[in-house]
């Protein structure tokens, strides 16, 4: 059974910062790209970004320099580093697993920015 588990979400002032975190169980993570997406209120999901097995980063491009993805392949998670975050960085932020034949999703974790 598979599963990706979220964490690290909560509330955070603007400016500030959060990492989230994903462990993924019942894969064999390290061939797995792993990547972050994300659904405001309203709005259409979209990629924030994605590291490829082999640790190449591809990030949205209204997000780079703010935000790092990073993987630890020997405890099977992948990390989002959130900084300088804005109110316009509120959002349900999903974990996803794929590779060419199958995908998978994690629950989602809220990210809330405000005063």
């Known amino acids: 059974q598979v599963q990706l588990v979220e964490s690290g979400g909560g509330l955070v002032q603007p400016g500030g910062s959060l990492r989230l975190s994903c462990a993924a169980s019942?894969?064999?993570?390290?061939?797995?790209?792993m990547g972050w997406y994300r659904q405001a209120p309203g709005k259409q999901r979209e990629l924030v970004a994605f590291i490829t097995g082999g640790g190449s980063t591809f990030y949205a491009d209204s997000l780079k320099g703010r935000f790092t993805i990073s993987r630890d392949n020997a405890k099977n998670t992948v990390y989002l580093q959130m900084n300088s975050l804005s109110p316009e960085d509120t959002a349900v932020y999903y974990c996803n697993a794929r590779t060419l034949q199958v995908g998978f999703w994690g629950q989602g974790t809220q990210v809330t920015v405000s005063s």
């Open positions: 019942g894969i064999i993570f390290s061939i797995y790209t």
